[in-house]
């Protein structure tokens, strides 16, 4: 039996992301799948896109808050307190004051504008901090303050298990349809989507593989020294895969479970973006298009047939959407010209 089915003092397992999937049930969307024959012909196999950015609150992260928020209300708490680059942020504030709770966020100073106002749009508390480091030194300051519990975007087992949810989801769509998956792949910050991924993928025969921006790589570092590994994050236009240092908790599921991780650069990422943009007439923002551009790699190596991706979310700056599409206006008329 797989360690991954086994349960550990703290760690979910498969039987969770299958629980929360049934108590997330009429509270999030279950989101559509999506192809494109460009893509595929580009990639050489099936891929199928799983449209996280169409979930409340721009992202998949939507599902681990709701789950974790929902169990603490249950609980009788009367406020919640999370840190994250963005998203999981956004999530925590909405699923918080859908339930009448206070909500406490704490986000870097350089956070993207459109998710701090997201999050300030649901009603949270807004604090801002300079390194990973002050911000999760705040959100236990926070806690301690308020009496009000952590949600941790990826250290918590209702939020991995709540993530896992959308890869389930995606398995069991694809199988529907008779394009079973043999590979899924997702975008890595803390590593919770990626390991509820694994576990959803239990006892199926799916490769589960992570993808992290140069430079931001804490995962493909931890697993190479077999400990959780910091790093601190480069400059990358995913800034939702910024955090320093994959998860404990799922760190202790990946290591065993995961495939293996690829390394995207920016030009990788932006190419994703435009194809998503392009091709499905889809609006990701640079951290679930890194999954493609990990899915596109992966792919070139002609072991799969059919290769999932979810796209973790769609909370992208309407600047760098005119920018990366210009680049590309730019590219297009540079070939036109100089074939004239």
Request: proline share 6%.
């Amino acid at each position: 039996m797989s360690r991954i089915d086994e349960p550990g003092p703290a760690g979910p397992v498969r039987a969770d992301v299958e629980e929360a999937a049934r108590r997330l049930a009429g509270q999030v969307v279950r989101t559509p799948v999506l192809r494109s024959p460009a893509i595929d012909r580009l990639a050489g196999v099936r891929v199928l896109i799983k449209a996280e950015n169409l979930q409340h609150g721009g992202s998949y992260k939507m599902r681990g808050a709701s789950l974790a928020v929902g169990r603490l209300a249950a609980g009788g708490h009367g406020g919640v307190v999370a840190q994250s680059t963005g998203n999981h942020a956004v999530a925590v504030a909405l699923a918080a004051r859908w339930r009448g709770l206070a909500a406490t966020v704490v986000l870097p100073a350089d956070a993207a504008p459109t998710k701090v106002a997201r999050a300030r749009a649901a009603g949270a508390r807004i604090v801002l901090a300079d390194t990973a480091a002050e911000r999760l030194a705040l959100t236990r300051e926070l806690s301690a303050a308020t009496g009000h519990p952590v949600v941790d975007a990826y250290d918590h087992p209702d939020v991995i298990a709540g993530q896992g949810s959308a890869s389930l989801e995606l398995i069991e769509d694809a199988e529907r349809a008779g394009t079973p998956l043999d590979a899924l792949v997702l975008p890595v910050g803390g590593g919770g989507g990626a390991a509820g991924a694994c576990l959803a993928a239990t006892g199926r025969p799916i490769e589960v593989y992570g993808v992290e921006p140069v430079g931001c790589d804490s995962l493909a570092r931890s697993l190479a020294a077999g400990r959780p590994t910091p790093v601190p994050p480069a400059p990358t236009i995913a800034d939702g895969l910024r955090p320093a240092c994959v998860g404990k908790l799922p760190f202790a599921i990946l290591r065993t479970a995961l495939r293996g991780v690829v390394r995207v650069d920016d030009e990788q990422i932006a190419a994703a973006f435009r194809l998503l943009l392009l091709e499905l007439k889809v609006l990701a923002e640079p951290s679930g298009a890194a999954g493609l551009a990990g899915a596109l790699r992966i792919a070139a190596d002609g072991r799969h047939h059919t290769v999932g991706v979810v796209l973790t979310g769609g909370n992208v700056e309407a600047e760098l959407v005119a920018r990366l599409a210009a680049d590309r206006f730019a590219q297009v008329t540079s070939v036109e010209g100089a074939a004239a």
